[in-house]
């Protein structure tokens, strides 16, 4: 939790030592997505991110007790930093909400930065078979119910058909985005990002 996130009461409450708490909190998960971005979960150690953030490893562990924890932490605030993307596009009606967000997963793939970059990897943690990460799973869904909401807003605007199926729309579009943006990241794309995207845009029209 961020201190935006917390009830007003308790935030008037802050005490210097939750302040620094807080502050060292972000720093520690900034640090860590650095890292796995750059070595991947394995290669980020608790005591690579402490002295990443400018703290011990003892540090790390009293504050997300495990290296699990702190995982799992890192991937509800690449969540929450997401959803909040999406929460923020301005577009006029349903549709084109839809047009920008799978424009923000193109230039995701074409120019990923730490962020997205850390998301792939942590992305890959729900594969094991004795540990999946169910977290991942758990973004899925949030992002697929914010693209399925957007169809419905389409529907009731009147800019996307009202025979589309709002979920099974969301599974294909999640599934479109990720595939674009792991294209672009993965090989060498030659043709104008630009193009890319007026392209996407009239698939989605046409088939919404």
């Known amino acids: 939790m961020t201190e935006a996130d917390r009830p ?13 708490r807080e502050t060292a909190m972000r720093a520690l998960l900034s640090a860590a997505r650095e890292l796995v971005a750059k070595y991947g979960v394995a290669g980020a150690t608790l005591s690579r991110i402490g002295e990443q953030a400018g703290y011990s490893r003892g540090l790390v562990a009293h ?24 929460q923020q596009l301005e577009a006029e009606n349903g549709l084109e909400k839809l047009i920008q967000a799978i424009a923000v997963y193109v230039d995701a793939g074409a120019n990923l930065q730490t962020y997205g970059r850390a998301y792939f990897v942590l992305r890959a943690t729900v594969y094991p078979e004795t540990h999946p990460n169910t977290d991942v799973a758990d973004y899925d ?60 845009s009239g698939m989605l029209r046409n088939w919404l």
């Open 8 to 20: 007003a009461r308790e935030v008037e409450e802050a005490t210097p030592q939750v302040v620094r």
């Open 63 to 86: 504050y997300f007790g495990t290296k699990e924890k702190l995982i799992e932490a890192l991937i509800w605030d690449q969540r929450e930093t997401y959803i909040r993307l999406l």
């Open 141 to 200: 869904r949030d992002t697929r119910e914010m693209f399925a909401a957007f169809v419905r807003q389409g529907q009731l605007d009147g800019s996307i058909r009202p025979d589309v199926s709002a979920e099974e729309f969301a599974w294909c579009f999640r599934g479109l985005g990720l595939g674009i943006a792991n294209q672009l990241y993965v090989s060498s794309y030659d043709g104008d990002i630009v193009e890319l995207k007026a392209h996407l």
